[in-house]
């Protein structure tokens, strides 16, 4: 898919499906790939549009400089080129803070948001969590052990009753060509460590869902839904049996809320 070039970046986005224009907005250490599970489920129902963020994977150059409201200026500029007037969002994790950053440029353009397993609140620990992620991976053999200490992180307990996930999972990380770099990693866990949001939950007026992991380990859920509560008319739900990968490892469900809640905000077009 091709690349639009911005001032001091190139970013990569894919785009395929039909329907509603959906900007799907990846978290930390993510890009367009890391919506593999649930793309196909949304495909027949919505033109995806998923950029690579600042410092991921066919962006380029890695090292430019990166912020939360910087990257969320890159998608309203994608969504610009791409002539959507307006669009639906999801946007997962540290994508949910790219998420409000961006209804803040552009309030009337963004027709629903979905925000997954996020939270606009600090969280020290889940910051402690990608540090000593870093730490692993440049130790030596760190390319496969940070992996393996990652998974229980992000994934809810079933993922583990089959020991393959893990060697599964482990495989095409190491196998994916497109795979952020340790440095960049460093780069873009600064980016999220000085994110001040401009945006709160209350500025938040087009209608708005929330989906919270019951298994999810790096965002405080009871912070989590009380700073969300703020929403006008919010819609929060937590899936039972999903971690902080929520969109894998409850991608149906993920999926049946988001065509649902998007169907009801009505076609943008």
Known sequence: MPDLPLSDISLHYEVDGRG???LMLAGMLSDSASWGALAPLLSDHF???????????????????????QMARDALALMDHLGHDTFHVVGHSMGGLMAME???LAPGRIQALSILASAPVRAPRTMAVFDALLAVRRAPEGEQLWLRALYPWIFAPGFFTDPDNTEAALAAALAYPHAQSADAM????????GFRPTVRPSDLTCPTQVLHGAE?????????EQAFAEIPNVTQTTLPEAGHSIHWDAAE????HLRQFHDTAGDPR
């Open 20 to 22: 509603p224009p959906l």
């Open 47 to 69: 033109t995806l549009i998923r950029p690579d963020n600042r410092s991921t994977g066919r962006t380029t150059p890695w090292d430019a400089e990166t912020s939360v409201a």
């Open 102 to 104: 961006l209804f803040g």
């Open 186 to 193: 460093a780069h873009q866990l600064e980016a999220l460590r």
């Open 216 to 224: 999810d380990l790096l965002i405080p859920r009871a912070a989590a």
């Open 253 to 256: 469900a993920v999926a049946q």
